[in-house]
């Protein structure tokens, strides 16, 4: 029957362990710790292009002693604009090129940097494509291949 259909439906969605999961596409936390960023990055599959706000790149920037260079966005095509929740939509203040240590590899990710201190360094579906991005919501996993390099990451 469609009540009973419905009672084993809650039930597996009442044993899902979500773990980090703060919103239904923040799927998990990246370790950042190598580049002396304890807060790390959010993997969001609901985020059409990276992006951070400026208190974020300014903590970044402090704590790895590191000061990456901003580009105009009008050198670099449109302004994006960028909803989160339901918050008021923010368009980007200026691009650039994030250049880190991720898992060991060497990675560099074009990031919109937004106004405020709000929102974290958020990684887009587009690179999870790219790095072939396997999410495991039963054991709160991931597993990436980043530079030919297959990594496998529990979140803690």
């Known amino acids: 029957s469609v009540e009973d259909r419905l009672n084993q439906m809650e039930d597996l969605i009442s044993n899902i362990k979500f773990g980090n999961v703060a919103t239904?596409?923040?799927?998990?936390?990246?370790?950042l710790r190598s580049e002396g960023l304890d807060e790390g990055a959010i993997i969001d599959n609901g985020c059409t292009a990276h992006v951070c706000s400026e208190g974020w790149l300014t903590s970044l920037e402090r704590k790895?002693?590191?000061?990456?260079?901003?580009?105009?966005?009008?050198?670099?095509?449109?302004?994006?604009?960028?909803?989160?929740?339901?918050?008021?939509?923010?368009?980007?203040i200026y691009r650039l090129q994030l250049e880190l240590k991720l898992f060991g590899q060497d990675v560099t990710i074009?990031?919109?940097?937004?106004g405020g201190s709000q929102t974290?360094?958020?990684?887009?579906k587009q690179h999870l494509k790219l790095w072939k991005?396997?999410?495991?919501l039963e054991d709160n996993s991931i597993y990436l291949n980043i530079n030919g390099q297959p990594v496998y990451y529990l979140c803690p």
């Open 24 to 31: 239904t596409t923040e799927l998990a936390m990246v370790s």
């Open 64 to 92: 790895t002693n590191k000061k990456f260079k901003r580009i105009a966005v009008l050198q670099n095509g449109p302004v994006k604009t960028f909803v989160f929740g339901s918050g008021p939509s923010k368009a980007e």
């Open 110 to 114: 074009p990031v919109s940097v937004v």
């Open 120 to 124: 974290p360094f958020l990684l887009s």
């Open 133 to 136: 991005a396997k999410i495991e």
